[in-house]
């Protein structure tokens, strides 16, 4: 175990942190500080490598190279480290023969809480993640969004100084997403520090202080959410559903156009500040029925990504 | 509604909850003891099935769960507990053997109600059928490491294990010197001892030799199992 008086005053910083898989996969020289009552967003699409910077700073996998410090500590199996992180790993994993309630009991146990403590904790976020009436069923039979409501209580349960959450919006509805924000902002007034890895972009915008881009396990972009925004202010997202594939070579070339991709049927297209969005019309003149619907809206940190990097990320699932 | 706090503890409690499940356990083995034992079939055919058995019992439960575990996820989650791997691994299959060797109880105490007489057997039995669920335990988890499903896990188990009762001279009496060293440096040849001894047939070991070889593979199942956590909960 190492001590160093930088790490003592933020609660985890990650040094030139890299997990290389086969066929380049992973990723690669993270750097990153978290302080307390700080709340860090990682966005990038599927396979940026989200989910393996969690895994590594929750300690569920190990780097192959550079380091993590907790607390001050860089010994990942520290028990006492463990304690101290909340962990939502992307897969929503439980014993799936016992109940929500014995499930969450045998969590809360491990990270050291009594029986008492446990009791009135639980009941607690049971009611708040509204599986007060489910405590007592199988999580065999448990829908995709209760195990994911379960994993937040287990989570949250005894109280960590950092939590680690892996698309905790994932399967949940508008209501629950509400409540988690409204309970994560609560947390982090308190100090707890917060790393989410999300592609709800009005997840990250309303509750992150910053932000990292990744992309192909690098961090392409990093900064504070008001200030990434101002990258994109002014500017227009135009999304066109279209009823046959179009070519986007016409409108890239575009002068207006800072960028555009196709997610399915839909393409997003960026437009410069003062742009109108008739040009981008104009170019598919002779082509009325080509578009089936047309939305004009500000930016968000969605459209940054896909200014920086020509890839539209992934519409967060609820 | 019972409550584990501990890992052992919620081994015991999912285990008890599994009502069909505990059925079958406990049937399953004494479904194939009974005629082994009540028949007049030669004991060393018997002690020779009863040792597979016992073996396989050890082996494939923890391996499958373990396998399953690692699918779903589970294992990362261990991975982010406050309890050191080798903590993990003892305490889990310390209660899967325990659960095992609860499960193997009426196949033992049949043989002790149709041979009495042979009681002298009986602690090197119990030691020895302990230190082959553990060992047969221990396989199970390394085999989930290779696994990609609960199926494949049987292949894992069962390509070293026949071997290895082979050389403990299960199948045919070691003949040659070297094959009789390398049978007493394997844990399932002081159990077929102990069965055969149990079973009323003519075993080459006396009773507190085989105690001694049980007992002694029963520390040092316990003392790798520590020792192989890391690779059983660490590894990709």
């Known amino acids: 175990m ?317 | 509604m019972m409550l584990a706090g501990t890992i052992w503890q919620r081994e015991l409690v999912e285990f008890a909850q599994r009502r069909r499940a505990l059925v079958i356990k406990l049937a399953f083995p004494l479904l194939i003891a009974i005629p082994l034992v009540l028949s007049r079939a030669p004991s060393i055919y018997a002690a020779m099935a009863l040792t597979m058995l016992i073996a396989i019992v050890g082996a494939l439960g923890a391996g499958a769960v373990l396998t399953r575990e690692r699918q779903t996820g589970l294992t990362l989650r261990y991975r982010t507990l406050p309890v050191t791997p080798g903590r993990l691994l003892i305490e889990r299959l310390s209660t899967n053997s325990a659960i095992d060797f609860v499960q193997l109880i009426p196949v033992l105490v049949l043989i002790a109600l149709r041979r009495p007489s042979t009681f002298a057997w009986w602690p090197a039995l119990l030691l020895s059928t302990a230190a082959v669920l553990l060992i047969g335990n221990l396989m199970g988890a390394i085999a989930s490491t290779l696994s990609q499903s609960p199926g494949e896990v049987m292949l894992y188990v069962v390509i070293p294990l026949l071997p290895l009762l082979y050389l403990s001279g299960i199948f045919t009496p070691p003949s040659e010197p070297a094959l009789l060293v390398v049978s007493r440096l394997l844990p399932f040849s002081y159990l077929h001892e102990a069965l055969l001894g149990a079973l009323g047939g003519q075993p080459n070991l006396l009773p507190w030799e085989t105690l001694l070889g049980g007992l002694g593979f029963l520390v040092g199942a316990a003392g790798l199992t520590g020792r192989l956590g890391r690779r059983v909960f660490e590894s990709d």
């Open chain 1, 2 to 318: 190492r001590v160093d008086t930088a790490s003592e005053r933020s609660l985890l910083v990650a040094t030139d942190l890299t997990r290389a898989y086969r066929g380049g996969k992973g990723v690669f020289n993270i750097r990153l500080r978290l302080a307390a009552g700080e709340v860090v967003g990682v966005m990038g699409p599927n396979g940026s490598g989200k989910t393996t910077l969690l895994r590594l700073l929750a300690t569920a996998a190990t780097p192959t190279s550079g380091q993590v410090s907790w607390f001050g500590s860089t010994n990942a199996r520290d028990p006492s480290v463990r304690r101290r992180l909340g962990v939502m790993l992307d897969q929503a994993a439980h014993f799936d023969e016992m109940t929500g309630y014995q499930n969450a009991w045998f969590f809360a146990h491990q990270f050291g809480l009594s029986d008492e403590l446990a009791r009135e904790r639980l009941d607690e976020l049971f009611s708040w993640s509204g599986l007060s009436e489910a405590r007592d069923q199988l999580v065999g039979q448990y829908s995709l969004g209760m195990r994911r409501r379960l994993n937040l209580v287990e989570a949250l349960v005894h109280r960590p100084s950092i939590l680690l959450l892996d698309e905790p919006t994932l399967a949940l509805d508008y209501r629950a997403e509400l409540d988690l924000i409204e309970r994560l902002q609560l947390l982090s007034l308190t100090g707890t520090a917060v790393v989410l890895a999300t592609n709800d972009v009005h997840l990250a915008e309303r509750l992150c202080d910053s932000i990292l881009f990744l992309h192909q396990g690098r961090i392409i972009r990093e900064g504070h959410v008001p200030e990434l925004l101002t990258e994109v202010a002014g500017s227009k997202e135009v999304q066109l559903q279209l009823n046959s594939p179009v070519g986007l070579e016409a409108i890239r070339a575009l002068a207006a156009v800072e960028a555009a991709n196709v997610d399915g049927d839909t393409v997003h297209i960026i437009l410069a500040r003062g742009a109108n969005p008739a040009q981008v019309l104009a170019v598919l003149n002779g082509t009325a029925d080509l578009v089936s619907n047309m939305r004009v809206r500000r930016p968000n940190l969605g459209d940054l990504f896909l200014k920086l990097t020509g890839v539209a990320l992934p519409v967060a699932h609820r």
